[in-house]
C-alpha cells in the first residue's frame, strides 16, 4: 500500500485552492488521502443562516473529498474562532493519532488570514505530540510511533499579509491534473458567490487557475504548478526525508 497524506487546511475549498493538484498527483502514485477543514465554513455566506451555511459547505466539502477519493474528517470548529488552544490541538491530535499519516500536508505559516495561520500551528503542534504517551488527546487515542514528512502549502495569493511574497522549495508540475482541480474546486458553488461578493473576486476558478499558473511560470517547466515548502524535520523523523519530492519526481 501507498503512503498515507494527510491534507489539513482550514474552511472549506481552502484545500482546494492550494493543495487539489498535488493530491491527484498522490493519487496516482498510490497513496492513501484523507482530507480535513478545521472550520466548518459557517460564517462564509451572505444566503444562508449558520446552520445552513454548515450543512450546504459540510455537504460540498464531502462530495469534493469523494471525487478526490478521499476519506473525509469533519471539522471541529466555528470560522473564526480557530485559536493556538489545548483543546483544539487535542481535538487535532486524535485525528492525526487515528490517521497516523505518512505525509502531513498544512497551509503556509505565512498567510493573509489568521485562521489560516492558526490551522497551520495547531496542525504542527498536534503532529508533534503524535508520540507522546502522556499527552491526551479528544477523544482519547493510544500515541503512535514512525517517521512524518511535513509540508506548507504556498499563501492564498502566494503573500503573506504584509504582501511580501512566498517563495516555495519546489514546485509541482499539476498540469496533467489541472482539470480535476477545477472541476473539485467547483463543487463549492456556495464559496463563488460569497467571495464575489466579500473579496471582489469576480472568478472564482480563474482566481485559482491564476495562482497555478503563477505557479506554473516560478517552476520554469510547466504551465500549471503548486508550491511547497518542508517543514524541518526535527521531532518528527530521525533524519532528512522527503517523500513528496521522491514520489513525484520533483
Not at 491527484?24 to 502514485?29: I, Q
Not at 504548478?225 to 521531532?235: F, I, K, N
Request: proline share 5%.
Amino acid at each position: 500500500m501507498g503512503k498515507k497524506v494527510f491534507a489539513l487546511h482550514c474552511h472549506p475549498d481552502d484545500i482546494e485552492f492550494m493543495m487539489a493538484g498535488t493530491l491527484f498527483r498522490l493519487k496516482e502514485a498510490g497513496c492513501e488521502l484523507h482530507y480535513m477543514n478545521l472550520a466548518n465554513g459557517c460564517y462564509g455566506s451572505a444566503e444562508y443562516s449558520k446552520e445552513e451555511a454548515i450543512t450546504v459547505r459540510k455537504k460540498e466539502a464531502e462530495n469534493a473529498a469523494a471525487f478526490l477519493g478521499a476519506e473525509f474528517h469533519e471539522s471541529i470548529v466555528d470560522d473564526l474562532t480557530v485559536f493556538y488552544t489545548p483543546e483544539l490541538i487535542q481535538k487535532t491530535l486524535s485525528v492525526i493519532r487515528e490517521v497516523n499519516p505518512d505525509i502531513l500536508l498544512l497551509p503556509s505559516p505565512d498567510e493573509y488570514m489568521e485562521d489560516h495561520m492558526n490551522t497551520c500551528r495547531i496542525g504542527v503542534t498536534a503532529a508533534f505530540c503524535r508520540g507522546m504517551p502522556n499527552y491526551p488527546s479528544i477523544p482519547d487515542r493510544p500515541a503512535v510511533t514512525g517517521e512524518m514528512a511535513v509540508y506548507h502549502a504556498m499563501p492564498y495569493g502566494l503573500t503573506d499579509g504584509m504582501r511580501r511574497r512566498i517563495e516555495p522549495d519546489f514546485c509541482v508540475d499539476i498540469e496533467g491534473v489541472m482539470d480535476n482541480k477545477v472541476k473539485m474546486l467547483g463543487f463549492h458553488k456556495s464559496q463563488k458567490e460569497w467571495l464575489d461578493k466579500s473579496q471582489g473576486i469576480n472568478s472564482y476558478l480563474k482566481t485559482m487557475e491564476d495562482m497555478s499558473a503563477e505557479m506554473g511560470q516560478n517552476s520554469e517547466c510547466c504551465r500549471y504548478a503548486e508550491g511547497w515548502r518542508r517543514h524541518s524535520h526535527l521531532g518528527f523523523s530521525s533524519r532528512e526525508i522527503t517523500p513528496l519530492e521522491d514520489m513525484l519526481n520533483v
